[in-house]
T-cell receptor
Framework: GEDVEQSLFLSVREGDSSVINCTYTDSSSTYLYWYKQEPGAGLQLLTYIFSNMDMKQDQRLTVLLNKKDKHLSLRIADTQTGDSAIYFCAGGAFSASKIIFGSGTRLSIRP | DVKVTQSSRYLVKRTGEKVFLECVQDMDHENMFWYRQDPGLGLRLIYFSYDVKMKEKGDIPEGYSVSREKKERFSLILESASTNQTSMYLC?????????????FGSGTRLTVV
């Protein structure tokens, strides 16, 4: 089955770019997702990329997908204190009932 | 604009009590899920349901059961609460008819068993 891995922590300086990385095993994943969890809250869908795309940009967010290496990344430009959260990578194959989540990367922002 | 509602944000229960965690969604989604979240362990799937009265075990179903009598409501039941069930519980829903199939999560219930 699908396995999704990501590092647990990332610390960046305010104003710098943050890059959160993720690897997955199931090449048949139709969509790959990034979720954001703010303290004390549930997960919120931040962005997603369809598996036939290489890149998706949405304002400060850029998602890169390398299908050959099964590697997904999320870049946050001009990181702000409000970006402090846990970011979950997730992948799913074909349907809405088989999404697998990584363990989450806690992003902390230094002044 | 609340779409997935979990009945309690914080709950404190005693060891041995039967605990009900309720989740309601208003999006007519077929699929509903219960996860627990613990530091360093990410999200672990407890149970999920594809349809009314349907349920499937996830990765860690021991000590839990679920009920889905109506499409919009999915209840998680701790038959006899134990301290190792102290955790954040997250409910989610999804639909096979809505790409990109992502899950919508509730705000979570932080359960403490003493």
């Amino acid at each position: 089955g699908e396995d999704v891995e990501q590092s647990l922590f990332l610390s960046v300086r305010e104003g710098d770019s943050s890059v959160i990385n993720c690897t997955y095993t199931d090449s048949s994943s139709t969509y790959l997702y990034w979720y954001k969890q703010e303290p004390g809250a549930g997960l919120q869908l931040l962005t997603y990329i369809f598996s036939n795309m290489d890149m998706k940009q949405d304002q400060r967010l850029t998602v890169l997908l390398n299908k050959k290496d099964k590697h997904l990344s999320l870049r946050i430009a001009d990181t702000q204190t409000g970006d402090s959260a846990i970011y979950f990578c997730a992948g799913g194959a074909f349907s809405a009932s088989k999404i697998i989540f990584g363990s989450g990367t806690r992003l902390s922002i230094r002044p | 604009d609340v779409k997935v509602t979990q009945s309690s944000r914080y709950l404190v229960k005693r060891t041995g009590e039967k605990v009900f965690l309720e989740c309601v969604q208003d999006m007519d989604h077929e699929n509903m899920f219960w996860y627990r979240q613990d530091p360093g362990l990410g999200l672990r799937l407890i149970y999920f349901s594809y349809d009314v009265k349907m349920k499937e075990k996830g990765d860690i179903p021991e000590g839990y059961s679920v009920s889905r009598e109506k499409k919009e409501r999915f209840s998680l039941i701790l038959e006899s609460a134990s301290t190792n069930q102290t955790s954040m519980y997250l409910c989610a829903s999804s639909s096979n008819k809505e790409t990109p199939y992502g899950y919508t999560f509730g705000s979570g219930t932080r359960l403490t068993v003493v």
